[in-house]
């Protein structure tokens, strides 16, 4: 799924007065394409990624996903939402968690995705009759991935996902991303404020500036995954993020 | 889970147990102590006594309250759910509903009770309604803001599925209410016995409040306390009974803390 802004923009009606979470941003990201979006905290990449979601309304300009609004992707359930809290059901076993988006929305068209051969995709096999409570948050993100994959969307998008976990697990689940990114080749826009994540994960990285956020710089990734992150050409990319990133914020 | 609940029950036991034996422990002192008239205040070893005497009377009495608390109660907690889950589907109505339901609970029932007598005659109904009125607020508070507590992560996830209104309420408004329903449980299952006795007290033909009204009339102080025990005593069993079920219904929550925080 293809995905065009043009000229998105966007403006909460504030208590007092109005305030500008995006100034006017145009991208095109490409079906099967992996993008990274990172800057300075406050400069609206979530509210960027919840304008795709359909969360919220953009104040100008235009979403096309495939050539539809988002309104018309969501409810052809072709959008999958993947967040920093796992958002899963404390009282439904890890199964049911995966099912999820099967269960709901039947009218919806649903690709022939076993949760339990999902759950052995992300490792989870032998929890699928555990309750998420008794899992660890790099399990319980892991569960998160697997029902992602169920919705069978072609494009995921993805809230801060591993922000929670610690630098060796996120490295891990990074790794089982691309993996899943490799079989089943959805579109991703990927919000983090790691740097080296989106070194690590991304075709592509769209630096953005403080509020009001606009993008800054797109920087294109091109050595092969998986990236060693101390191999000169990756740490290279870093240092370059690092200045775009660096300017950005003091420029604000 | 179940081998390090059982040594803690049992601990609760001991202690709750220990705390009412030496609080009658005290009482039995005092009053013999004083030489208080037993029409004034009687020695527990006198009420107990008077129970054994009036077992039979007193359990059949018993009976009846527990069946107008529980009829009370039911529909009570069935008024204050439903009520709850319309204002929640249909916000419009929550300003009005409110107000109305916190016009009712702020009546007074003692007022209430002897009109309701009076129209509904002595039999279960007038009492069944008085416990009602009695417990259906603090439900519906509770189940109101426990609909309204899904967090955001949720809802985030749910509208991205593309869920009804049914779909959200059944797989993540609705268990997310249950802890606080069965708050508002504790509180008004013991609640249910006192609004079926006090509603007894306005005329009735049976139950554990006209024994009491009995007793009274004639200062047989120790039926009266004989009989106020019993309704203590069905009101614990009430709570404790909540207390139980909450164990099974939220399991959820428990496996979480007897897991003692390592996320």
New interface residues.
């Given amino acids: 799924m293809n995905v065009a802004l043009r000229g998105v923009a966007k403006t909460f009606n504030g208590v007092q007065t109005p305030l500008v979470a995006l100034n006017p941003i145009t991208l095109d990201v490409a079906t099967g394409e992996f993008v990274c979006i990172i800057g300075p905290s406050g400069c609206g990449k979530s509210t960027l990624l919840r304008l795709i979601a359909d969360q919220l309304s953009p104040t100008a300009g235009a979403i096309r996903l495939d050539d539809a609004p988002p309104a018309v992707a969501r409810q052809a359930q072709q959008i999958a939402w993947m967040a920093q809290n796992p958002a899963l059901l404390p009282w439904q076993t890890v199964l049911d968690n995966v099912r999820l988006p099967q269960r709901i929305n039947r009218r919806g068209r649903h690709p022939a995705l076993d949760p339990t051969d999902l759950l052995r995709v992300v490792r989870l096999a032998d929890f699928a009759r555990a309750y998420p409570g008794a899992l660890s948050g790099g399990m319980q993100q892991r569960v998160a991935l697997a029902r992602t994959l169920a919705t069978g969307a072609p494009l995921w998008l993805m809230d801060e996902p591993f922000a929670a976990l610690d630098e060796l697990t996120r490295e891990t689940l990074a790794d089982e991303v691309l993996r899943l990114w490799h079989t089943f080749r959805p579109t991703v826009l990927w919000v983090t404020h790691n740097i080296a994540e989106a070194a690590r994960l991304a075709d592509r990285v769209v630096v953005m500036s403080a509020r009001p956020g606009c993008i800054r710089d797109t920087v294109a990734i091109t050595p092969p995954r998986p990236r060693d992150e101390t191999a000169p050409e990756t740490v290279a990319i870093i240092r370059r993020l690092r200045a775009v990133l660096r300017k950005s914020m003091t420029t604000a | 889970m179940h081998e390090r609940s059982a040594p803690t029950l049992k601990r609760d036991v001991i202690s709750a147990a220990g705390i009412i034996g030496l609080t009658l422990l005290a009482w039995e002192i005092a009053v013999r102590f004083n030489h208080t008239p037993i029409y004034i205040l009687p020695p527990p070893s006198a009420i107990a006594g008077k129970f054994w005497r009036n077992a039979g009377y007193l359990l059949a009495a018993a009976g009846v309250t527990l069946g107008e608390a529980l009829g009370g109660l039911l529909l009570g907690l069935t008024v204050g759910i439903v009520v709850a889950a319309l204002i929640t589907f249909w916000t419009n109505l929550e300003r009005g509903m409110l107000a109305l339901s916190i016009l009712v609970k702020a009546t007074p029932i003692v007022a209430i009770a002897p009109l309701l007598t009076l129209w509904l005659g002595f039999g279960p109904l007038p009492k069944v309604i008085v416990t009602a009125l009695l417990t259906f607020f603090p439900v519906l508070i509770n189940v109101h803001s426990g609909l309204h507590a899904v967090?955001?992560?949720?809802l985030?996830?749910?509208?991205?599925?593309?869920?009804?209104r049914w779909?959200l309420f059944r797989?993540?408004r609705w268990?997310s209410t249950l802890p606080y329903l069965f708050a508002a449980l504790k509180v008004v299952a013991p609640l249910a016995v006192t609004g079926a006795v006090v509603a007894e007290w306005a005329g009735a033909s049976a139950g554990l409040g006209r024994a009491m009204w009995l007793a009274y009339a004639d200062l047989n102080l120790p039926l009266l306390f004989a009989a106020v025990f019993c309704s203590a005593v069905m009101g614990v069993g009430l709570y404790v009974l909540v207390v139980v079920l909450e164990k099974r219904v939220?399991?959820?929550?428990w496996?979480?803390q007897t897991?003692g925080g390592?996320?």
């Fill in positions: 967090d955001e992560a949720a985030a996830l749910f509208h991205s599925l593309n869920a009804g779909e797989y993540a268990p939220i399991f959820w929550r496996n979480v897991r390592e996320i």
